[in-house]
């Protein structure tokens, strides 16, 4: 079975002809949301559909799909993720990595200090925040900067960083 990964939100119908919109969370859109593409509703079980048209909107991108003639059919898809398969990810220039790649990895401090595992990246503006969630204590949310991130081994599954002075809360 493969694995999917998400490419944006479903969030709400536009007209009555099928086409939905779709809130896009993927760094490559253009790439994405082609006309003959498949991308799968994350629905149980998977539901593939072939993008017939694209569009923009207001900030979000509008899609119709193939044999998709109505809003009653596109309905059940409001709220849903859209999805793609493994096989549709490119490869990432040097220093490009995909959340699964981050999510999961051990990040150790300057001092040697495991700090905890990556388990969810937030995207509240101009860069990524890693969520490292630690026992009894409030999340760690690291920025992944250059000036933080100091480096990302995915052979072992490890990433080194220097944490900001004040960042890490402990009075808790």
């Keep these: 079975m493969p694995d999917y990964y998400d490419i944006g939100t479903i969030v709400n ?4 002809r099928g086409e939905v919109r779709v809130l896009v969370t993927t760094d490559f859109p253009a ?6 593409n498949t991308v799968y ?9 072939t993008i017939q048209s694209v569009r923009e909107h207001k900030g979000l991108t509008l899609l119709t799909f193939k044999d998709y003639t109505d809003i009653n059919q596109v309905l059940p898809f409001k709220g849903k993720k859209l999805q793609v398969t493994e096989t549709a990810l490119q490869p990432l220039d040097e220093g490009g990595y ?10 150790i401090d300057e001092q040697g200090q495991t700090l905890g595992k990556v ?5 509240p503006g101009p860069n990524d925040v890693w969520v490292i969630p630690r026992s009894g204590k409030s999340d760690i949310l690291l920025p992944f900067l250059k000036s933080v991130v100091q480096s990302i081994d995915l052979d072992q599954k490890v990433a080194h960083v220097i944490v900001p002075e004040g960042l890490i809360d402990d009075a808790d």
Excluded: C, M, Q
């Design 13 to 16: 119908t536009h007209g009555i």
């Design 31 to 36: 790439d994405r949301f082609k006309v003959g």
């Design 41 to 49: 509703v994350a629905t149980s079980p998977k539901t593939a559909l």
């Design 98 to 107: 995909y959340y699964k790649d981050i999510i999961g990895l051990t990040v």
């Design 119 to 123: 388990n969810e990246i937030l995207s």
